[in-house]
């Protein structure tokens, strides 16, 4: 059974750095793709970006100058690391995992979410 | 981007009653070379991460019970609960994995009547 789960600081200032790790079990980090999802309180579903078990990243454009999503392959993680963050950045953010063979699958399984609140 | 359209937003069905949910992309989604559709349906329950129904625009994940059901091609896209039950109450968004970004739907809200 493949699980997921994030961990980080619930509470970042603003202008600082987000940062949040997804730990994987049940199933090798290999051969997939690693995602960011987030979701601001009581609002819908926005893709952050994703990072391949080689390393590859693609970003959304709209957060892409603020961001970076690591891996690492020997502990089974990958990273989140947001930017200069403002109170619109509040959201519970998702770890989940897709796969690529010939097209992209769905978001297959997710992580439980964790809440970052962005406040002084 | 594919922007992903959804209606209604919200919708209260009798128990037993049939729901249904329409949900529009501004591109295509169907892969000419496979057939496919590359469009996915997501319940989440209240404080529960999204939970994948159905990929492929119809193709049930597995243990997800046979009330529900996808149909649709190219753009326009219907999610289907044949008979509600009580623990089918909450939002459920549509998503497209044709190319990135991925992008979702704004989600409907489905409650009792």
């Known amino acids: 059974q493949v699980q997921l789960q994030e961990s980080g600081p619930g509470l970042v200032k603003p202008s600082e750095t987000l940062s949040l790790t997804c730990v994987v079990s049940?199933?090798?980090?290999?051969?997939?793709?690693w995602n960011w999802i987030r979701q601001p309180p009581g609002k819908g579903l926005e893709w952050i970006g994703y990072?391949?078990?080689?390393?590859?990243?693609i970003y959304n454009p709209s957060l892409m100058s603020r961001l970076t999503i690591s891996i690492d392959t020997s502990t089974n993680k990958f990273s989140l690391n947001l930017s200069s963050v403002t109170a619109a950045d509040t959201a519970v953010y998702y770890c989940?995992?897709?796969?690529?063979?010939?097209?992209?699958?769905?978001?297959?399984?997710w992580g439980q979410g964790m809440l970052v609140t962005v406040s002084s | 981007d594919i922007v992903m359209t959804q209606s209604p937003d919200s919708l209260a069905v009798s128990l037993g009653e049939r729901a249904t949910i329409y949900c529009k992309s501004s591109?295509?989604?169907?892969?000419?070379?496979?057939?496919?559709?590359?469009l996915a349906w997501y319940q989440q329950r209240p404080r529960q991460p999204p939970k994948l129904l159905v990929y492929?625009?119809?193709t049930r994940e597995s243990g997800v019970p046979d009330r529900f059901s996808g149909s649709g091609s190219g753009t326009n896209f219907t999610l289907t609960i044949s008979s509600l039950q009580a623990e089918d109450v909450a939002v459920y968004y549509c998503?497209?994995?044709?190319?990135?970004?991925?992008?979702f739907g704004p989600g409907t809200k489905v409650d009792i009547k």
């Open positions: 989940a995992r897709v796969s690529f063979s010939g097209g992209w699958y769905p978001f297959d399984y």
């Open positions: 049940g199933d090798s980090i290999s051969n997939y793709y």
């Open positions: 990072v391949s078990y080689s390393g590859s990243r």
């Open positions: 591109q295509n989604v169907l892969y000419s070379a496979n057939s496919k559709n590359y």
């Open positions: 492929w625009a119809s």
């Open positions: 998503q497209q994995y044709f190319n990135t970004p991925f992008t």
